[in-house]
T-cell receptor, first 116, second 113 residues
């Protein structure tokens, strides 16, 4: 099946700094990517929908100025957590749509962010 | 709006037992359903993907079934091992195709040696 690579798999950063997470579709063009976040003891929740060449669509309650999403090419979407706070510590995962299947989502491995 | 529920939330079993994890979803117009495993502090590992046209999928000691009409899927783990201890997530893509995926909260499994 199609491969989605997410990098880094884990990162520790200091409060106030910014962290960039990359999501790449390795063998197909992903016109749409989705970013999710997992709060402790909760399910993964959709944060935003990233469309190549256009602005991301954010879910209600997600700060677009804090979670910057850029989908500059058909194979790369990035999520930047700006001015990170300890409460931003979470598990973030991307999924990508596209390729030969329009009924299957392909998942990155996820990124564990810890803000200290 | 799709809602995914997983029961039980947590499960503790002795090694060697066969066990069943349940996933239910409210919108039966799905294309597929996927089961994942998540180890503490780690990412997701895909276990099984069932297309809507399929009733079950098997991989080793794992068997997943899908009943679209009733909005249910089960993950059967045979002869459980301590290494199976993890959280198991059920994920359902949107009914419009590959759109937004709805995840269950997961079942946390502990297999006791």
């Amino acid at each position: 099946g199609a491969v989605v690579s997410q990098h880094p798999s884990w990162v520790i950063c200091k409060s106030g700094t910014s962290v960039k997470i990359e999501c790449r579709s390795l063998d197909f063009q992903a016109t749409t990517m989705f970013w999710y976040r997992q709060f402790p003891k909760q399910s993964l929740m959709l944060m935003a929908t990233s469309n190549e060449g256009s602005k991301a669509t954010y879910e209600q309650g997600v700060e677009k100025d804090k979670f910057l999403i850029n989908h500059a090419s058909l194979t790369l979407s990035t999520l930047t957590v700006t001015s990170a706070h300890p409460e931003d510590s979470s598990f973030y995962i991307c999924t990508a749509a596209g390729g030969q299947s329009n009924t299957e989502a392909f998942f990155g491995q996820g990124t564990r962010l810890t803000v200290v | 709006k799709q809602e995914v529920t997983q029961i039980p939330a947590a499960l503790s079993v002795p090694e060697g037992e066969n066990l069943v994890l349940n996933c239910s979803f409210t919108d039966s117009a799905i294309y597929n359903l996927q089961w994942f495993r998540q180890d503490p502090g780690k990412g997701l590992t895909s276990l099984l993907l069932i297309q809507s046209s399929q009733r079950e999928q098997t991989s080793g000691r794992l068997n997943a079934s899908l009943d679209k009409s009733s909005g249910r899927s089960t993950l059967y783990i045979a002869a459980s091992q301590p290494g199976d201890s993890a959280t198991y997530l059920c994920a359902v893509p949107g009914s419009g195709g590959y759109q937004k995926v709805t995840f269950g909260i997961g079942t946390k499994l502990q297999v006791i040696p």
